[in-house]
């Protein structure tokens, strides 16, 4: 049940992409990403809802795509502020059609910006 | 600011003792979590509240207990019967209907002498 992250881990130079996914094995309600900084506690970055939206916050942005029970994170010219290990939390949801109220976290992308 | 606050930042716990960590938000958030991190690992759920005096257990509530007296503060107590509770342990509480945590205190570390 628990969302498999890939890749664990990306070194990435100043101003260069990066995407991470987000697989679940089961149907989702929503995904949240969040970023935590070594020893800090993790910060919400986005929400998506199940409908194959994408959302946006300063560079990065991230996409839901229902039917492969994905979501992507795009982060886009990266910046030195951008290190930190992200997490994707995924919601299942009911048969009634609404979410379950729980999230599972990925294990986490721990993501290295250099300059 | 609101925010969510945690105490201690560090503790220390000897055998058979039961510990309890402080969790307090002036966010006016109905719904509050306890996360445990353990290094290189996702957060675990160990118990969320979506009201005042009504707890759901979750996936890891064995050997740890909680209230929920007051919106504004959400105690957890590792037991002795937690036998591996060194770890970072994270509250958190929402504001989406989803229920999910949009906001994380600083996190407690809790270590076993």
């Known amino acids: 049940q628990q969302p498999v992250q890939s890749p664990q881990a990306v070194i990435l130079r100043e101003g260069e992409d990066a995407v991470i996914n987000c697989s679940s094995s089961?149907?989702?309600?929503?995904v949240h990403w969040y970023r935590q900084k070594h020893g800090e506690a993790p910060v919400f970055l986005m929400i998506?809802?199940?409908?194959?939206e994408q959302k946006g916050h300063e560079k990065i942005s991230a996409s839901f795509n229902e039917k492969k029970q994905q979501s992507s994170l795009y982060l886009t010219a990266s910046q030195l502020s951008y290190s930190g290990t992200y997490f994707c939390?995924?919601?299942?949801?009911?048969?009634?059609?609404?979410?379950?109220?729980?999230?599972?976290f990925g294990k986490g992308t721990k993501l290295s910006v250099i300059p | 600011d609101g925010g969510i606050t945690q105490s201690p930042k560090y503790l220390f716990r000897k055998e058979g003792q039961n510990v309890t960590l402080s969790c307090e938000q002036n966010?006016?958030?109905?719904?509050m979590y306890w996360y445990r991190q353990d290094p290189g690992q996702g957060l675990r759920l160990i118990y969320y509240s979506q009201i005042v005096n009504d707890f759901q257990k979750g996936d890891i509530a064995e050997g740890y207990s909680v209230s929920r007296e007051k919106k504004e503060s959400f105690p957890l107590t590792v037991t002795s019967a937690q036998k591996n509770p060194t770890a970072f342990y994270l509250c958190?509480?929402?504001?989406?209907?989803?229920?999910?945590?949009?906001?994380f205190g600083p996190g407690t570390r809790l270590l076993v002498l």
């Open positions: 089961k149907a989702l309600y929503s």
């Open positions: 939390g995924t919601e299942i949801g009911r048969d009634s059609g609404a979410g379950s109220y729980q999230l599972t």
């Open positions: 958190a509480s929402s504001m989406f209907p989803t229920g999910a945590p949009s906001y």
């Open positions: 966010l006016n958030h109905d719904a």
């Open positions: 998506l809802l199940k409908g194959g």
